[in-house]
Structure formats: C-alpha cells, structure tokens
C-alpha cells in the first residue's frame, strides 16, 4: 500500500502532470520528499530533460488515489474499539435470534 506523507504528497502530484523538472527548478522544493521519491524510485533525472516521474511513480500515484475502502461483508460488526453503548446506542446480538422455519408441503395431487 502506497503511503504519502504532507509533503510528497503534493510533490508526487507535480510529478504526475508529467512535466520535466531541471536541476535549478528542483532546487526550489523542500529536498526532504524529493529525496524520498528518488530512492523509492518513483522520480528519476534524464540528462537533458530533467526529472520525470517513473513508471513505477506513476503506479504508486495510481495506487494512493484508487484504493478501496469499502468492507467486504458490511453486515459484520463494527471495530471492536466501538463502544456503542458510550453513544446511548442499543446492542443488537444477532447470536440470539432463532432462525427463521419454513414448512414446506406437499403439493396435493389433482
């Protein structure tokens, strides 16, 4: 999982335009991020043109915006860590219902 922090964030963002960024341009950033994003290789410097962001850059940038965030069974439980009797809430357990019987018949013959 893809994890930025305040300030690759929006360096990360500047990158993803897919612009070209000199050596004199780059001096104006905080080097903190920058430095960051060259090691994990999402930035890389091309003589002539300057740095771009990488394909795996764009992956990660990719990844940040389009992570899910959606339960697989909604039906289960809150966290643990949720005390819904703290906010007057009512417990529902759903442990204790019985069941519900279906009584199946026969088709009587015509």
Do not use: C
């Amino acid at each position: 999982m893809t994890r930025l922090s305040a300030m690759q964030y929006p360096m990360l963002e500047t990158f993803a335009s897919g612009i070209f960024m000199s050596i004199e341009e780059a001096q104006h950033y905080d080097q903190r991020p920058f430095r960051s994003m060259l090691i994990r290789q999402w930035i890389a410097y091309k003589p002539g043109r300057g740095f771009h962001i990488t394909a795996t850059g764009r992956k990660a940038h990719d990844e940040f915006h389009h992570t899910g965030i959606a339960r697989k069974n909604p039906t289960m439980p809150l966290t643990r860590y949720f005390d819904p009797t703290a906010f007057g809430l009512r417990v529902v357990d759903k442990s204790s219902k019985k069941a519900t019987v279906h009584a199946m018949r026969k088709a009587s013959a015509a």
